[in-house]
Every structure is written in structure tokens, then in C-alpha cells.
């Protein structure tokens, strides 16, 4: 033992040699102090510090946090963030003389070296800054390889311990050590750092912790494995102990009285059980949550690979502002809840869009978030497209109508412009309807049909939109050319909702392309927007770990002549006063609108906007909408031998619209060019000198026999044909199939 005192001794003296003597002989033998100064050439040496991994938050419009990622639960804080008497806990029993000695604590690697070399248990001996080099170590490691190799009990791992230690202490001061340390702490109950800690164990912030909170954290860093109170009781018993040695050492040490101490170890553990959920799944708004958290996932300007994006929504500790705004969300959740059931099959999903900045502002679902089946719970994200955690989405049905429409008013149509069409439309020829590679397709012996078995008649831009006229949309879409109005859609950021390439089909305008609320909704905004078409945008602002902030604004080009977009939310307003909303009414403000119900009632959308917000909803059966319509369905508890468009989806559009603009002056629509659209070019001939009769599609009536009451009172005439449309004339599923391949 002599000897070992005296390798000690001189370890002291020249502070190089003391972590070799704090393990247990090597082999038997140790080392001599000739053979450690010549061969071990301990100097400092540099340390990589890899950031910390850092929670990341989302907050909405308001700054308030809806979700949270991490990989490890943490929050970093500056020291004079966290309480004194933590401070005064931590270094008293871990390394009581940290701002006394360097590197390493002779005397404490002393009584850990007599220990081992005596026979007993293995002591480190380690200052806090060692402590924190092994932790460092340990946070890089990638593999479990790694891991080992940064706890392994070796003297060669030791000796890389405190060159790293000796550059520590030269590059930082005693107390930026200390934060660091706390920082990067393990607390136990999956807490990383002391500010998680302090809100995990107790729920509140590493600044107000009290003596017994203080000694209770102080004491869990030593093993937090097994002092985990979440573990079990034996577990919180054991850190229970380990809180009164603490408590007893601060004693000791003087930093507290003997009666603070007998006081503190008289309390009870404490122990809150603070949850700190993660992730979409526990989000107050998860589909939206799921939306900007693939915003980011998404974006390569946040990492090469899709790893590198996840590690740093994990790992990155950024704060990411979104667009959300909390009332507007309330007003499209409370809608919803109105009309459809969580539990009903079929599921109703909205999302509200700004005109004139894209900013998405509400996105909701019938349908709780979750995976339990049993619950009738969905884990993707219904109201958006499948790069943003979404489905594939269901047809927009008429809702696309509208791109026919703009198309037509900017290549000279007038809003009287019309034409007459029968009850069926059938194209005039073999290559009527081409699509954008000037391929033909359709075929002219099918027929497109209107909702019901009415007579044909003239219809005008006007009428034939807010009746929503199949054969008179199938013929304008022939006139002004198919892929002039695909190239209209993709201009407002239509896309299909499963990723794929739009379907260019002659039925293209009765919206046999499955679509998503945020898309639609977005589209009909640039209407709105007097055709300035503004990429859909979830995240205003990311500031990362070191608070530095980066702005996002809005992405918009203006796709449309300002007068065309003027002209058609003109036209579409009609949808409210005489068309197929007219059952339901405005919203006591200006607003313009669609329909749009699927063939075979597979689907039924509503999609709107007043100058101030867009908004789109849907209506379908997740499950398969050709196997499941929506005929026959009881949905939030009423029946329903038919859903239209205006049905359930045109209500939660109208009452979720007028809630979320409450207390929003209302923007009136700019007037129409009478000079470019007023009058007409295709008139309407002479009413014949008889009468009208009921069903002869008066100019009010629904011209093209398309509508009919539903038995709710719903008019609507929103039947497509699916890509061959003819309700009827094809099997349930058909109409599914694409024609002219």
C-alpha cells in the first residue's frame, strides 16, 4: 500500500497520473510513475461536443405549444435558470470541491484508488467535469457498440476521460461546466437535463425547485436507472434513500442546517408523474400536427435525406410557429361534431385556407386520431394529401367544375353565354376531348348524364353552374378544350391526393380525380384572391436551439386574369342564392361556392370562400368509397337515403365558415366587368309564347333536368359520371375505370 500512496502522492503533484490508479490493477500489477509519465502522455485533448439532443415544439398562430417531438426529453437552460439550492445539492454530493481543483479531484480519485486497490468495489472517483466527458461520449455514441466503448471500465477509456477533461477546463469556466453538466444529465422517468427533469419529476421549471426537490433530482444522477420513480416502488424507495444522503452531505458540508435537513428528509418523495407527451398522436390538433410535422420532413433544405430531416425534428430543439389559429379550428371541429358522428364510417374532414397567402388555418376530422380500431380511431391524416401524412383522398366530384368555368370566362365567354344540352351528353366526335399529350380519349358513343331524368335545356354560364349541370359542363368542357381546363386546375394547385399524375379523362370537369380538403381549399382560395394562387403553407417561422429565427412567407403567383376570378365568384355566389345550396342559405356575408357529389354518391364535397377564407370539406367512406356510398347511411345519427353535396358537407361549410369569421368585418367580392362579361355572344332563344310548365328547366329550375329535392329539401344536381359518368348505366365501381386506354 506504500507504494501506492506514494504513485499517488506524485500524481498529485504533477497532475497527470491519478485516473490510472483509480481502477483496479491491471493484470494484477500497476503502474509505475516512470512508466505512466513516459508512456501515457497525458495532454489535453480536444473534445467534440455534438449539440444536445433538444425537443422540438409547434405552436400555433398565437404562440401557444400544440405538440411536441423528441428523442430525448429535454430543454436546455442557461445556469442562472436553475434554482441555487440545485446547485448547491448537485456539487455537494457529486464533486463537493469542483471549484476547487481542476480536471480531476485528487483527493476523491485518492479514496476511489485505496478502494479498488484494497479489493473493494470499483470507484470512479470522477469530478463532475469527467462526468460530463463520459456523458458527452455516451450522447455521440450511435451504436450500442459505441455505447460500451464510452462506459466501459478500462484505463484506457480513463485516460481518454481525462485528456478531454484537462481541454474542458481549459476552454470553459467552472460554472459553464456546471450547466453544461445539467444539461446533459439523465434524471430517470426519461428525463434529459435538469429543466425536463424538474418538470417531469415535479411540474414546474429548474428555476423554482425547492431543497427537497433539489436533493431529490441531486441524488437520482448517480444511478437513474434504479432510482427511476416510474419503475416501481422499490425504485422510488431507493431514491427516496438516495435524497436523504444528499440531504445528509449538505448537512455536513454546511450548506444547510441539521434541522433544514431533518425537516426535508420528513417530506414525502413528491414525485408528480408530470407526462410529457410526444409526438402527433397525443396533439391537441393532430392532423394538423401531422401536416406541418411532413412540411419539415419533406423539405431537403432541412437535411439531404429523409434520416437527417426526422433526426432533426427529434433531436433539433427547434420551435416551429405555425399557421393554426385555435378559433377557426374550434369553428370547423364544432361544425363537424354538428353533422357526423366519430363513430360513423363515413368521415367528414375540412380544412380553412387564406386567400392571398395560402396559410392553412384550421384542419379537422370526424374521426378521432389514433390507431384503435375499435374506437373507429384514424392515424393518417384525413384533411390532407399523402406527402402530408394523408390517404388518397375521394373525387371532388363538381367541385371542379369551377376550372371549366374560369377557363371558359378567360377565353371570352360571357356569364349569359350558354347553350342548350339534353338530358344526356355524348362527345360530337372521336377526339372531342384530348388530353395535354394530344392523345384522344373518351369515346363517343358514352353518355354522360344529369342527376335526374329530366328534359335538356339552354344553359348559361350562370345557371349551369349553380344548378351544376353535368351535359352543360361535359359541353363547355369540349368547347373551350380538356386540357386548357387541366392546365387551369394545375395553375390553382390541383393535384390528386394519392401523389399520382391527374387523370386527363373527358369527365376531368365533373372531378373524377381523388382530391384532398387542404388542396381544394387552397385552389378555391386564388378565386378568391382575384386569381392569385398561394402555395397551401402550415409554418411561418423555425428558430432553432440558438434562438436564431427563419422567417417562411407566403409562396403565390397570380395564375388568373383578376377580372376572370371576379367574374366566376360572381357566378358562384349564385350557388347560395338560386342553385344547390340555395335550401341552406348564405352565411350573412359574401360568399361563393360549389358542390360536388360524386357517381354513385361515392362522395360529397363542399368547397367555398369569401374574400377573407377558403375552405373545402369532404364527405366519404375511408373504407372504400365504390364498395360503401352514401345511400341508405345514417350519418350523426339521421338517415340519409341520399347525400348531396350540400347535404351534411355544404352545412358544416356554412356554420363552421360563419363561426370562424366572427367578429371579421366582411370584404365585399369586386365587382364584374359588365364590359367584358355582361351581355352575351350565345344567347338564349325566345322563350316560346306558352308558359313554363314544372319541369320544363325554367331559368330558375334547374335547366338540363338536374335537380331534384333529396328528402331532406336538399336541391342539388351534382351527379358525375364518374370517369364514364351515366349513373346507371354502369356497374357500382365502373365508373372508376379510365376511358380511351
Known amino acids: ?282 396533439s391537441s390538433y393532430p392532423y394538423f400536427c401531422l401536416y406541418a410535422q411532413n412540411e419539415l420532413l419533406n423539405d431537403e433544405s432541412f437535411g439531404k435525406t429523409p434520416e437527417e430531416r426526422k433526426r432533426l425534428l427529434q433531436r433539433g430543439g427547434l420551435t416551429i410557429k405555425t399557421t393554426l389559429d385555435p378559433k377557426m379550428q374550434s369553428a370547423s371541429e364544432k361544425a363537424i361534431r354538428k353533422f357526423v358522428k366519430a363513430s360513423d364510417k363515413p368521415v367528414a374532414a ?55 368555368l374560369l377557363t371558359a370566362l378567360n377565353k371570352g365567354f360571357k356569364i349569359n353565354d350558354g347553350f342548350s344540352t339534353g338530358a344526356g351528353y355524348s362527345a360530337s366526335s372521336y377526339g372531342s376531348f384530348r388530353d395535354c399529350k394530344g392523345n384522344p380519349v373518351g369515346i363517343p358513343s358514352h353518355t354522360v348524364q344529369n342527376s335526374s331524368e329530366g328534359e335538356g335545356g339552354f344553359n348559361t354560364l350562370l345557371t349551369g353552374t349553380r344548378n351544376s349541370v353535368n351535359t352543360f359542363f361535359m359541353r363547355l368542357e369540349e368547347e373551350v378544350g380538356l386540357c386548357d381546363v387541366v392546365k387551369t386546375a394545375k395553375s390553382l394547385g390541383i393535384k390528386r391526393a394519392d401523389g399520382d399524375k391527374l387523370k386527363e379523362v373527358e369527365t376531368f370537369t365533373l372531378g373524377v380525380n381523388e382530391m384532398d380538403p387542404v388542396t381544394v381549399a387552397a385552389a378555391y382560395a386564388g378565386i378568391a384572391a382575384r386569381g392569385a394562387y398561394c402555395k397551401p403553407m402550415a409554418i411561418t417561422e423555425i428558430r432553432d436551439r440558438n434562438n436564431k429565427a427563419t422567417q417562411y412567407k407566403p409562396k403565390c403567383q397570380q395564375v388568373l386574369d383578376e377580372k376572370v376570378a371576379d367574374a366566376a365568384a360572381h357566378i358562384m355566389s349564385g350557388v347560395f342564392t338560386k342553385g344547390t345550396m340555395s335550401q341552406y342559405g348564405g352565411i350573412g356575408r359574401p360568399a361563393a361556392g360549389k358542390t360536388g357529389t360524386t357517381d354513385g354518391y361515392t362522395a360529397a364535397w363542399f368547397a367555398g370562400f369569401t374574400p377573407d377564407l377558403a375552405s373545402s370539406v369532404s364527405l366519404g367512406d375511408p373504407r372504400g368509397a365504390f364498395q360503401h356510398d352514401l345511400t341508405g347511411v345514417t350519418i350523426g345519427g339521421t338517415y340519409y337515403p341520399y347525400v348531396y353535396g350540400a347535404t351534411i358537407s355544404g352545412r358544416i361549410w356554412k356554420y363552421s365558415m360563419i363561426d370562424a369569421l366572427k367578429g371579421v368585418d366582411p370584404t365585399p367580392f369586386t365587382a364584374v366587368d359588365k364590359d367584358r362579361f355582361g351581355g352575351c355572344t350565345r344567347c338564349a332563344p325566345k322563350p316560346p309564347p306558352k308558359p313554363d310548365k314544372p319541369g320544363d328547366g325554367g331559368p330558375d329550375r334547374g335547366r338540363g333536368g338536374g335537380d331534384r329535392p333529396d328528402d331532406n329539401g336538399t336541391i342539388e344536381n351534382d351527379g358525375n359520371g364518374g370517369w364514364f359518368g351515366g349513373r346507371g348505366k354502369n356497374k357500382k365501381g365502373d365508373s372508376n375505370r379510365p376511358i380511351g386506354r
Not at 172 to 199: D, P, V, W
Open 1 to 282: 500500500m506504500g507504494n501506492v500512496v506514494r504513485l499517488l502522492a506524485a500524481a498529485t503533484v504533477t497532475g497527470v497520473l491519478v485516473a490510472a490508479v483509480a481502477f483496479p490493477a491491471v493484470g494484477g500489477a500497476g503502474l509505475t510513475v516512470k512508466s505512466a509519465t513516459e508512456e501515457l502522455h497525458l495532454l489535453p485533448e480536444e473534445l467534440k461536443e455534438p449539440p444536445l439532443a433538444e425537443k422540438t415544439t409547434l405552436l400555433d398562430a398565437n404562440g401557444k405549444q400544440f405538440a411536441q417531438f423528441y428523442y430525448e426529453n429535454r430543454e436546455s437552460v442557461k445556469l442562472d435558470e436553475v434554482s441555487d439550492i440545485m446547485k448547491t445539492a448537485i456539487v455537494a454530493i457529486e464533486d463537493f470541491r469542483f471549484y476547487e481543483h481542476g480536471a480531476i479531484d485528487p483527493e476523491g480519485t485518492l479514496r476511489a484508488a485505496m478502494k479498488n486497490f484494497s479489493g473493494g468495489s470499483v470507484q470512479g472517483g470522477s469530478s463532475i467535469t469527467q462526468q460530463y466527458v463520459k456523458l458527452v461520449l455516451l450522447n455521440a455514441a450511435e451504436t450500442p457498440e459505441e455505447q460500451n466503448a464510452a462506459i466501459e471500465q478500462t484505463l484506457e477509456r480513463k485516460l481518454n476521460e481525462l485528456r478531454y477533461a484537462l481541454a474542458i477546463e481549459e476552454k470553459y469556466t467552472k460554472s459553464e461546466i456546471l450547466e453544461r453538466y445539467l444539461n446533459i444529465a439523465y434524471f430517470g422517468a426519461g428525463a434529459h437535463g435538469i429543466q425536463a427533469a424538474a418538470k417531469r419529476f415535479f411540474g414546474k421549471d429548474a428555476s423554482k425547485l425547492n431543497l427537497v426537490e433539489a436533493a431529490t433530482l441531486a441524488g437520482a444522477v448517480q444511478n437513474p436507472n434504479r432510482t427511476d420513480p416510474n419503475v416501481g416502488k422499490a425504485s422510488r424507495e431507493r431514491l427516496l434513500e438516495r435524497r436523504n444522503i444528499v440531504l445528509n452531505r449538505m448537512a455536513e458540508l454546511g450548506k444547510i442546517t441539521t434541522q433544514e435537513a431533518a425537516e426535508a428528509k420528513a417530506k414525502k418523495l413528491g414525485f408528480k408523474d408530470t407526462p410529457v407527451p410526444g409526438g402527433c398522436d397525443v
Open 350 to 404: 375540412q380544412a380553412m385556407v387564406v386567400p392571398g397567402t395560402g396559410a392553412i388555418k384550421a384542419m379537422a376530422a370526424s374521426r378521432d386520431f389514433g390507431r384503435n380500431k375499435k374506437k373507429n380511431q384514424m392515424s393518417y391524416n384525413l384533411a390532407g394529401d399523402s406527402q402530408h401524412g394523408g390517404g388518397t383522398g375521394f373525387q371532388a366530384g363538381s367541385t371542379f367544375k369551377v376550372f371549366t
